[in-house]
């Protein structure tokens, strides 16, 4: 794989490996995200792309990685260097994982509170601020996750995600579950504050849609590596048979507007 500039990245990942009891989930992986752009990561179902993300964020202690994140060695940092670090990124986790007996203002606040020394009231205006830049109404704010819609919760989610004003997020399966048409709003969404606000994004997805709409490279996990990594295009022409049939199947024409 063609290793991208030190100072153009955001995330590199070289010689991970995740192995679970006899099961090897990823072997020797390699990957490059390049700062402000949006990575979609994709594979067959098993290959790990929630595990990749997870050991990243350091949620899964990997059995062998180096991983950097904006130029910083995370296996060699202290504990508050990490938590500096942790500080310029925000997590979307799949079902949005919002504490369900907080409203949706006390669950953006959560990160502020674990790692910002601020009155409380500064961190509530500034959670109804998120709320809005996710196109959420006011009065969302007060609700709790069970009183909002899946997409409503799934934009809650993102807030909370950004509570920190973070430079990299990973969302994994940010639109799973919603319809045709909340998925599209959020990818709409989800592009217009990368650009705005020059994100980069690590997002895992199945959603053919979601990768035609808002991703700039895609990168293939398949057997424990990185299988192939570059813009839509460029993936495609890869001769696999899985990406050719991921991509040529009946939704990936469509995506694509292929009849």
């Known amino acids: ?3 991208e500039p030190e100072n153009k990245l955001a995330i590199k990942v070289r010689n991970l490996t995740n192995q679970f009891g006899s099961k090897v989930v990823h072997k020797d992986l390699d990957l490059d995200v390049r700062a402000g752009e949006i990575m979609g990561v994709i594979g067959p179902s ?5 595990v990749l993300l997870r050991s990243i964020v350091g949620l899964i202690q990997p059995k062998h990685a180096d991983i950097e994140v904006f130029g910083e060695d995370l296996t060699s940092l202290g504990r508050e260097e990490r938590r500096q670090i ?9 079902d949005g994982a919002l504490f369900s007996t907080l409203s949706v203002q006390e ?10 020394d601020m009155p409380i009231s500064l961190m509530q205006e500034l959670a109804c601020m998120k709320v809005r830049m996710v ?18 919760r799934k934009r809650a989610a993102l807030a909370r995600a950004m509570a920190l004003d973070p430079k990299l997020l990973f969302l994994d399966e940010p639109t799973a579950g919603l319809d045709p048409i909340g998925a599209g709003n959020f990818d709409i969404l ?20 979601s990768l035609h709409a808002v991703c ?8 424990g590596q990185v299988l192939a990594v570059g813009t839509m295009d460029e993936v495609r022409a890869n001769p696999h048979p899985w990406i050719q ?15």
């Open 1 to 3: 794989m063609m290793q």
């Open 46 to 50: 098993g290959t790990g792309k929630s």
């Open 86 to 94: 942790e500080q310029k990124w925000g997590v979307m986790f799949q």
């Open 107 to 116: 669950n953006i606040m959560a990160p502020m509170r674990e790692h910002l």
């Open 135 to 152: 196109g959420l109404e006011a009065d969302a704010a007060p609700k709790r996750p069970s009183d909002l819609s899946g997409g409503m």
């Open 190 to 209: 989800l592009r217009s504050l990368c650009d705005a606000l020059g994100l980069t994004v690590f997002l895992v997805t199945h959603d053919l849609d």
């Open 216 to 223: 700039d490279r895609i990168a293939v996990l398949n057997a």
């Open 245 to 259: 049939e991921y991509f040529s199947g009946p939704r990936g024409r469509a995506a694509l507007g292929i009849s």
